[in-house]
């Protein structure tokens, strides 16, 4: 329950950070946004979290995902930022990632949907679907960044898949720094061309306290939260729970860019609340499958989540460590992306 908790938490500042980045395009470049949002990422995680150890072999696999998670995902959702409005954003976003995690699972044999899953995942869907019609149309380059935010979601469900084998060996902050850092790097290298646009002396206070906002907490808090997520429900069920990231992100769009929520997006909210609720309620008889190794049992997302909170509950008697059958579930979609 707890766990489940803090994605909510998660949940809710990355809802935040659309508004928050969107202002943030607003007086910079869409790279030099991005870039200064994950500087501030970096440096607050190496100075909570030190600079943890990271054995040479694993450098190649924290790195790549770095460059899909961090990288990938935020050069796309910051260049959608400055096409498209944060609310598009806040919909396309986590309504499309689940979708594309559940959907390789599914492919890959990997994941077995229950009736309510499969329940929750539709509500989820159409409540998506019922958002994205409630929001005003603001321009020609509206599609040209909804289909940039598909793309960012995209990255997003790999950043997870590829994420989810690592926890099974390294901890969650240690993942998290390395990435973030690799990531910050690559977008460091992007934003570069665009510094000169920026008119840095007029840049007020605000900016730069709504840059400490970015990076302190939707970005470092956040990151490390939903990679501890990850490791304990495994990435089916947090990415499932992206579903509450739409009602939270059109509030604060309301609230700091004064954009208008429609009734109609009230009622999609709702469903995705339901749906998200129901696609990460406990479920023991989701997915339990056995695997090649004999012997060994593969217990899904809700088995996880239950063996994490009390290893002595009969009802996943065999479920292995928590970050080990998160792995094991996506593992063969880990293995066909994984960077060399």
Known sequence: MRIRLLLILVMALWGSAFASSKAAVGEVPHEVAGFLR???GTLVLLAVLRAPRLPAGEVPRV???????????????????????AADGSVIVPMAAPIFTVAVGVLLGRVRLSGMRLLGLVLAVSGGFVFFLGIPDTGNTRLL????????AACWSAYTLLGAPLLSRMPAATVT?????????????????????????????????NQAYLGALPTALAYVLYYRAVGQV?????????????????????????ESIAPLQGIGAGLMFVGA???TRPAIDDSV???ADPGRVVVEDDCVAASSETRSDERCASAVDPASAAADSVSAAADSVRPN
């Open 289 to 291: 499958q056995t695997t």
């Open 63 to 85: 790195a790549g995902v770095g460059m899909v998670g961090v990288f990938g995902y935020n050069a796309l959702f910051f260049l959608g930022l400055s096409l498209a409005p």
């Open 234 to 258: 495994g990435p089916t069920t947090a990415t499932s729970a992206m579903f509450l990231v739409p009602a939270f992100g059109l509030t604060c769009a309301w609230v700091v860019l004064g």
């Open 38 to 40: 994950f500087l501030g």
């Open 145 to 152: 960044g909804d289909l940039t935010f598909l793309g960012a």
């Open 177 to 209: 720094v390395y990435a973030t850092a690799a990531g910050t790097a690559a977008l460091g290298l992007l934003a570069i061309p665009a510094f000169g646009d920026v008119r840095w002396s007029e840049l007020g206070p605000g900016f730069w306290l």
């Open 277 to 279: 609720w129901v696609n």
